[in-house]
């Protein structure tokens, strides 16, 4: 079916009255960068005075819930901790409530200081921020396998590093017991005009030299929707997914049973959205703060 695609205050009224809980997507749906996109801090709130419950889902393991909070009263937008689920944390549940992960053990990260606080957070130790020396094919001998290391995560990183691939590398070929989990596989990654190589396709070569296949949490996959179904305990009937993205945003709704709204503020454009190619989502629009103009 082809995507409906909303532009009066008839079409957004309906959206509203058909959905309970609204799950957001941040960049290139709230925010592009550091830079609010016009119309949304409007838009959030207006859907909060009308009782919606809004839930913040992102694959941007970088960044810890409670800095995403101060992100977002930064940018004038009202929201909690507990309205926040992103990969970051999402690994953090997966290995102390699904897996129980050995207090004996720690992690080794490849990634931002969003993962490590988030697995501090609920008491697993961490190792890997601090690898940045220099190495060389003299010194790779040196990189031994750590007996302590009982899962290696891999996320984001800026500042990725062949002593990182190459600690990584050597834990999860040493043991086979060593578990190894990617906070998300996104291929690309917004940066303002144009796209940069995301999670995944840095994630690639890890999988290649190690001939080993990580548990990816992030959109779309099943854990991150087992784990948010599960804590908001949502009705798909109910809830809308939205997104600018048709193959992480879109298709995790799809997968969750939800309705899917595709906004063309960041990756996708109403080419992609209309293509026979691409998931299909429920509903597309320009833009959510459009929907600030029925405060107008």
Known sequence: ??????????????????????????????????????????????????????????????????????????????????????????????????????????????????IHRELEEVGIKTLGSDDVAPISVATLGDILPNPDIGAVVFGIDYELSYRKLACAHTHLTHDPDCLFIATNDDRTLPGGKYQYPGCGSLLSSLVHSTQRTPLVMGKPNQPMLDCVMQKFHLDPARTCMVGDRLDTDIRFGI????????????????????????????YYMSSFGDLSKLDQ
């Not at 997968?255 to 429920?282: F, I, M, Q, R």
């Open 1 to 114: 079916m082809t995507p409906a695609k909303l532009e009066i205050r008839e079409d957004f009224e309906s959206l509203i009255e058909r959905h309970d809980t609204f799950l957001f997507d941040c960049d290139g749906v709230i925010w592009s960068g550091s830079t609010v996109i016009d119309g949304v801090p409007a838009a959030l709130d207006m859907l909060r005075r009308r009782g919606k419950r809004l839930i913040f889902v992102s694959n941007n393991s970088s960044t810890s819930r409670k800095d995403y909070v101060a992100k977002f009263s930064k940018l004038g937008i009202q929201a909690s901790v507990e309205e926040i689920f992103s990969s970051a944390y999402a690994t953090a549940v997966y290995l102390r409530e699904v897996v129980g992960f050995s207090a004996d053990k720690k992690v080794y990260v490849i990634g931002g200081s969003g």
């Open 255 to 282: 997968k969750g049973g939800l309705s899917t709204l595709c906004v063309l503020t960041g990756v996708a454009n109403e080419a992609d959205v209309l293509s026979s190619s691409e998931p299909k989502a429920t």
